[in-house]
């Protein structure tokens, strides 16, 4: 089942967050901030400009998707954007992480976006989720290059 968040998912957001970090590329360079994640979670979970998303098996959230709407910085209209998006890896291969991404698609569709942006930089499973993207209707745009210094 997926479901608006509240900010009594926040405990379980940050455990899985916390598992999406040391699976990233960002565990090399960056520290995690467990208190950081937990108010940028409150601050969209009660911001109508916010989204947080989460997937539940047996009464136990086992994913989550993270993202907002604002104005292009050229012009009026709306984008969406992702956060990030995690299924814990042993559930992963189901229909949690499709399920996700189409429910904040269609959240930022009924909120106005001209566009929706996702996007794949923590270097896991770039492929398939990048697959996943197209088959539900969102187009490679572009590349995103870094310099960790």
Aim: charged share 20%; glycine share 12%.
């Amino acid at each position: 089942m997926v479901r608006n968040a509240t900010t009594g998912d926040i405990p379980s957001l940050i455990e899985l967050g916390t598992r999406m970090y040391l699976e990233s590329r960002y565990a090399q360079n960056s520290p995690f901030d467990a208190d950081k994640c937990a108010g940028l979670a409150r601050d969209l979970i009660t911001s109508p400009a916010g989204c947080v998303l989460v997937v539940e098996k047996d009464d136990r959230v086992i994913g989550w998707l993270a993202g907002g709407i604002a104005e292009q910085w050229f012009s009026r209209q709306l984008m969406a954007f992702e956060y990030g998006l995690f299924i814990a890896p042993e559930h992963r291969g189901g229909s949690a992480g499709p399920r996700l991404a189409k429910s904040f698609i269609c959240w930022a569709e009924e909120h106005g976006a001209a566009l929706i942006n996702m996007g794949i930089t923590t270097g896991v499973h770039e492929q398939r989720t990048g697959e996943l993207y197209s088959r539900l209707g969102l187009s490679r745009t572009g590349l995103l290059y870094s310099k960790e210094v």
